[in-house]
């Protein structure tokens, strides 16, 4: 490379790089997978990773809100600060073919994906020598717990202070984690087909609270006497079925999502079920209408209780605001777009979607705090959250993500790091950190009071 290259002889240079490194990508990408873990629990992956970036030189902190790692790349002088950052976590699966034993823990969200592709950027610009010819600082996020499971273990958590939030970003914001970062980066993969391999995300996202529900009844025997007893499963069947008659009342344009899950049905099979508890996101487009159709699950579930003498306690947890096509930055997204073409081809990238996806992640926390965009690359097929999710393409689940961050980092902190300070600029923030932190406890304390 030449002693002072100009921005697309180091591109170039950055990309052969990654080539030249693209087998210990998706070796760790392949390990990741093989040792799924559930969300602040990830211990093997937060080693890992820390392992990955010292050895490349980089600044490195681990157990950041709990389980996170958070490493840094310095350039030259001040211009500002990139972070591309990859969820940790697995989904719970226990069917998939690589779910773990105990856990039932699968990566067949692809998170693995997302961490692989961080550490190939990593990778790609510290072997590359990139960082003495730009201008800002690059941070390497492992960010813990955005699957939102195990409800019950992460309110523990919260109620112990070991963390402020269930979600993993929301932690990060509400500890200061994500300060100082003007723009933020992260991937997901998805079904593209044969044809594309990447996409930069113009569209948007459901966002959703969390319900944690208990119905209250009283035991007797199941068989000689159960009309001494107040059976609480059917309290919350009756409940679930009043839910089900309010679906209608749903605007279409909101995207309300209610999906309940029964996680204990009773002790035993011989004695009225005094103990019945269910879990469920509210999903939709607004925080408004989520708010609505809380009140409506509300109300059916005190229904429920009361046709059957039972009681019902609800917790109300702060979950992901919606992704906002608004908070994109048209800029940021052609500068993804272009450097997917100039990776890959222009025939691999799939330009200007705008879809709009009525499931969730916390990226939209963040995308209202910060500049922030995402990719969808490929690479993986089947349903995801399922069984049948794999990766059928390692170069493009791994490899193509870390070339495409790699090349945008340079654009952005080139010259000055003008191309991030323009970004920044052209972003209006709907929260302060503290603002986001506020609004949540505020919302969650006035919001589902029934009707």
Known sequence: MPAAPTK????????????????????????????????????????????????????????????????????????GVVAVAGDMDSVICPEH?????????????????????????????????????????????????????????????????????????????????????????????????????????RGGTNGFIGKMIRFRGREAHAGGAPHVGINALNAAVVALVALNAQRDTFLESEAIRI?????????????????????????????????????????????????????????????????????AIPAVCDLLDANGALAMGPERVKRGTAEFSTASSDFGDVSHIMPAARITTGGVDGPGHSKDFRVTDEYAAYVVPAKVFALTIIDLLWDGAAALRAAKAA??????????????????AAGGKGG
């Open 259 to 327: 999906h309940p899950i029964i996680t204990k049905g009773g002790d035993l099979v011989n004695v009225v079920p005094a103990d019945v508890r269910l879990e469920t996101y509210v999903r939709g487009r607004t925080l408004e209408g989520i708010f609505d159709a809380d009140a409506k699950l509300e109300r059916a579930m005190r229904g429920g209780a009361m046709a059957l003498g039972a009681e019902v306690d609800m917790t109300t947890l702060p979950g992901y605001l919606p992704q906002r096509p608004e908070l």
């Open 8 to 79: 697309e002889q180091l591109k170039q240079h950055v990309l052969a790089e990654i080539d030249r490194q693209a087998a210990e990508i998706k070796s760790i990408g392949r390990e990741i997978w093989n040792n799924p873990e559930l969300g602040y629990k990830e211990k093997k992956t937060g080693i890992l990773m820390a392992e990955v970036l010292r050895g490349l030189g980089a600044q490195c902190r681990t157990g950041v809100g709990l389980t996170g790692v958070k490493g840094s790349l310095s350039g030259r002088g001040a211009g």
């Open 427 to 444: 972003y209006t923030p709907v929260f302060t950190p503290d603002g986001y932190v506020r609004m949540w406890r505020e919302k969650v």
């Open 97 to 201: 073919p690589n779910a773990d034993i105990e856990t039932g823990g699968a990566h067949s969200c692809g998170h693995h994906g997302q961490v692989a592709a961080v550490l190939g950027t990593a990778i790609g610009l510290a072997g590359a020598g990139a960082m003495q010819w730009l201008d800002g600082e690059v941070q390497f996020l492992g960010m813990p717990a955005e699957e939102y499971v195990e409800l019950d273990f992460r309110r523990r958590l919260v109620d112990k202070g070991i963390v402020p939030f269930v979600g993993g970003k929301a932690t990060w914001i509400a500890l200061g984690e994500l300060d100082g970062i003007d723009l933020y980066l992260a991937s997901h993969s998805g079904q593209m087909g044969g044809e594309y391999l990447v996409s930069a995300q």
